[in-house]
């Protein structure tokens, strides 16, 4: 009867998430060695990549001897590397100097975001990391580069960190966009991280090159209000790839471009990497996914019915953090379905949509806001907040997205805790990533 409606008191969903968050406990690790991962290129195309890793053996690369044993004269002088002019397409205002240049044998163990072991390729040749600061802006940046002994070994250790960037796991940090370079040398990406900064994000734009027997990587921080166009830093690492590149091969044809592409993801194809997931500032540990269960019909609003709407199949993963001290119902699900066509599949976004919409005249317990719309050339979608009065003063709030890209409809959850929400904007960021992983699922 219409206005009967009471919405679920959350145990049996708090119940089901800390039976996943236990599950997820047992596999919160990062990329390991050999495993396949898969990168959605731009237009929806996919690409696999067989990440390289292991352990941090020895080897010429690792201790003292890194740059006397080497068998090969390549990139033996720091000479090589970016310098404060070279340097100066990283931000126009103020002056880059140089702040230190190290080798392998006092290259630290983390020289830039998110990478896992001290060497990409322990068995390479040398490494080279040089950091430079802004006096101006107090902008910092590093160049790491690794030589290895041929290209087959350049092109693993390139792997491998591209790997490093896809399943990063530090706590607080998000992907906020990402591309593939042509151009700067054989291939390349370039990743831009935001971190949560007072008002403002520190933003970590990455980008990562191979050319020949050499890996490189160049790392821009910054701190703003919005996130950084990828030209300053494409521009600095195609030169700084040109002046590498005449003794190790593999120079870049053409002109440099960057095309929005997303990082690879290591969860299941078509659900988000735990890097897409929103940063809340009381949680310091990483998110980490756990199979879902069936998808019912929503929180109260949403009235989803995925049998009459022709749903081909469809999945839901939830997002945990397992090793943070949080209530038993924090967590995010994303659910995606998939459709015989693309007009399907927003027909059901849009019967969703207008279930929400039109949720306080016929559930009497809640209240609904929406808190914004989703909206690019291939995903449309809206976002809400609704909260369910169940007597006694107890009031449950979810933040409830729903969005279609092409024949594949996602719907997002994420409960509201005390102490623990995101913004709108956040969210629907999210919403916007889920449904841009949803382009690969089969």
């Not at 740059?67 to 720091?78: E, F, G, H, P, R």
């Not at 080798?103 to 950091?131: I, K, L, M, N, Y």
């Not at 120079?251 to 471009?257: E, K, S, V």
């Not at 290591?266 to 069936?294: C, N, Q, R, Y």
């Amino acid at each position: 009867m219409a206005g009967s409606h009471r919405a679920p008191r959350g145990g049996g969903r708090a119940a089901a998430r800390e039976a996943r968050r236990q599950k997820a406990r047992k596999r919160n690790q990062t990329i390991a060695a050999g495993i396949a991962v898969v990168v959605l290129v731009g237009g929806g195309g996919v690409a696999a990549l067989n990440a390289f890793g292991g352990d941090d053996t020895s080897g010429p690369n690792s201790g003292s001897a890194d740059d006397k044993s080497a068998d090969t004269n390549v990139l033996t002088d720091a000479k090589v590397l970016l310098d404060a002019t070279t340097a100066k397409p990283l931000g126009a205002t103020g002056a880059w100097a140089i702040t230190k240049t190290l080798d392998g044998s006092s290259a630290p163990e983390r020289s830039f975001v998110c990478q896992s072991q001290r060497f990409a390729d322990p068995a390479g040749q040398r490494t080279w990391v040089r950091t430079f600061q802004n006096s101006a802006t107090k902008d910092t940046a590093v160049q790491y580069v690794e030589v290895s002994n041929d290209k087959s070994a350049a092109a693993k250790a390139y792997t491998s960190i591209v790997g490093w960037l896809s399943a990063c796991s530090t706590p607080q940090i998000r992907l906020t966009s990402s591309y593939v370079t042509t151009g700067v040398g054989e291939r390349g990406i370039l990743a831009v991280f935001g971190q949560p900064y007072g008002a403002k994000t520190k933003y970590k734009t990455v980008a990562v090159a191979v050319a020949g027997q050499a890996t490189m990587v160049l790392e821009h921080d910054s701190i703003a209000g919005t996130p950084p166009k990828p030209e300053p830093v494409l521009a600095a690492a195609t030169a700084g790839l040109k002046r590498i590149c005449a003794q190790t091969g593999g120079c870049g044809t053409g002109a440099p471009l960057a095309k929005p592409a997303l990082l690879p993801t290591t969860e299941a194809p078509g659900f988000m990497a735990p890097v897409d997931l929103p940063v809340l500032s009381g949680i310091d540990k990483p998110w980490v996914s756990s199979g879902g269960t069936k998808t019912g019909a929503g929180t109260g609003c949403e009235k989803i019915d995925l049998k009459k709407a022709k749903a081909t199949k469809s999945t839901t993963l939830t997002y945990v953090t397992p090793e943070a001290k949080v209530p038993t119902e924090f967590g995010l699900d994303d659910m995606v379905a998939k459709f015989a066509t693309p007009a399907a599949a927003k027909a059901f976004a849009d019967q969703v949509r207008k279930n929400v919409d039109g949720c306080e005249k016929s559930v009497s317990n809640a209240k609904v806001e929406s808190t914004g719309t989703v909206s690019t050339r291939l995903i449309k979608g809206e976002s809400w907040r609704a909260s369910y009065d169940t007597g006694g003063g107890k009031t449950f709030t979810y933040r409830i997205g729903i969005a279609s890209s092409g024949a594949q409809a996602v719907y997002v959850l994420f409960p509201v805790l005390k102490g623990l929400d995101i913004s709108d904007t956040a969210f629907n960021d999210t919403v916007t990533r889920a449904a841009e992983r949803s382009a690969t699922y089969k």
